[in-house]
């Protein structure tokens, strides 16, 4: 279960697995001691998002 | 942002109103400022999103005792895959087509990239191949673990495994280049 706190902190788990796993996370201060440890690398990932923004309006074509 | 409440909790009683102002007046500004970011500047979708946010928060209030970091982790977390599903859904490409292979890594003729994203991508290619993969395959392509697994030919078990090594190791590569904390 310590392992999913990697998909989980970057959003990509089932609904249900989601849920299992925040109730782990209830109770276990490893992960939740992780959590807080890679929670800033999804924002990182996101600058290599093409997410819709004005400045990449021009990239349709 | 509180108009939003009065339709979503017409059947509530007042104190869980009450409560969810509060959460407001407490996290609203700080998430409203992360997740616009992640909405592209969205800024009506990045309201409903703090809202949907500090619901599911009041819904599962014990761990609001927990100590603000870890809060304020969670509560990241609530709204990233809200965020997610919500891209997901607004998509414009049918789920069914599969998209071409496009490099996520490579910079769009003409696009300016930042230079955090200079340095992410670089440090996203200086993992093992089976790292950045999974890495990849989910989160920069926003498909759930059992999509990613699907396409990837492994078990599902496998890639949350390879996530975790990858983006742990992800994570200590971009300290060391002095991006994260
Ligand atoms: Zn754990």
């Known amino acids: 279960m310590h392992e999913e706190v990697a998909a989980y902190v970057l959003g990509v788990l089932d609904e249900d697995e989601n849920e299992a796993f925040e109730r782990h996370l209830d109770t276990c201060t490893a992960c939740q001691a992780e959590l807080k440890r890679l929670v800033e690398v999804p924002d990182l990932l996101d600058e290599l998002k093409h997410l819709p923004s004005a400045s990449e309006d021009d990239r349709s074509r | ?181």
Not at chain 2, 20 to 39: C, D, M, V
Not at chain 2, 91 to 111: K, Q
């Open chain 2, 1 to 181: 942002m509180l108009l939003h409440l009065d339709r979503t909790f017409e059947s509530a009683d007042a104190e869980a109103e009450h409560r969810i102002a509060e959460l407001y007046r407490e996290f609203g500004g700080p998430l409203l400022r992360h997740i616009r970011r992640s909405t592209g500047n969205d800024l009506q979708w990045a309201e409903d999103v703090v809202q949907e946010t500090l619901v599911r928060a009041w819904r599962n209030s014990a761990r609001l005792q927990w100590e603000p970091g870890l809060i304020w982790a969670w509560l990241l977390t609530v709204a990233r895959r809200i965020v997610i599903d919500g891209r997901r859904r607004r998509s414009v490409r049918p789920m069914e087509v599969e998209a071409p292979e496009i490099d996520v890594l490579a910079v769009p003729d003409g696009a300016e990239r930042s230079l955090s994203a200079i340095v992410v991508a670089d440090a996203l290619r200086s993992l093992t191949e089976e790292h950045r993969e999974v890495i990849e395959q989910t989160y920069l392509r926003d498909r759930t673990i059992s999509e990613a697994a699907e396409i990837l030919g492994i078990p599902p078990g496998t890639v949350k495994s390879r996530l975790y090594y990858g983006i742990r190791a992800l994570r200590e590569v971009l300290r060391d280049k002095g991006v994260a904390g």
